[in-house]
């Protein structure tokens, strides 16, 4: 199955300008990741399964304005969100060299208007404030939401795509008006802050 495909099975409905801009991201990622380790497998079929990955709480979360996306890497799930939401502004913060090119060459190449790539590690990172703040496979829920308290609006909420450690690590947060979705082995913990 294509990722329209299996992106409209979900119900998550995009124009065609989403799709060829996905189809270069895949080019280039297995172009840049053979000489650069930026990702696991450089699969057709992986590098769409982590799309769907990134885009799947599209389903669920509540509309925002602005995002940022917490150790980047690839693109996971920042890039790929920011494809899908090209009206967002979108700040990818990853603190590798390497991998903020490859993110700044991407975004040049598809004219992503509303990306901003800061290398640095966020606690650094004082001058923007956003009202969501996504993460994949980073560090525990606690220390994140520490690390990130600098960028956050006021009512700002948070998505972090998680293993089997979730239940454990929202008891030790201490997190109440949380949502937990889960497909496959993903753990999507959408929290909605201190109500």
Request: proline share 2%; hydrophobic share 35%.
């Amino acid at each position: 199955m294509s990722l329209k495909q299996n992106l409209e099975k979900i119900n998550l409905n995009f124009d065609e300008k989403f799709y060829e801009r996905c189809d270069i991201f895949l080019q280039l990622l297995q172009k840049w990741g053979k000489v650069h380790n930026l990702s696991g497998s450089l699969k057709d079929e992986d590098i769409y399964e982590n799309i769907l990955d990134s885009l799947y709480p599209l389903k669920f979360i509540d509309e925002f304005n602005s995002f940022a996306d917490i150790g980047t890497g690839a693109g996971y799930p920042g890039l790929i969100l920011a494809i899908a939401k090209p009206d967002k502004k979108c700040y990818l913060i990853e603190p590798r060299v390497k991998r903020v090119s490859f993110l700044n060459f991407i975004k040049n190449t598809l004219e992503l208007n509303n990306v901003e790539v800061i290398c640095n590690r966020v606690e650094k990172v004082n001058d923007i404030i956003v009202d969501l703040v996504t993460s994949r496979a980073v560090t525990n829920t606690s220390l994140l939401l520490d690390l990130t308290k600098n960028i956050c609006e006021e009512k700002c909420k948070f998505l972090f795509y998680k293993g089997s450690m979730l239940e454990e690590e929202i008891q030790k947060a201490k997190l109440e008006h949380t949502q937990i979705v889960r497909r496959n082995e993903r753990n999507y913990l959408y929290y909605k802050g201190k109500e």
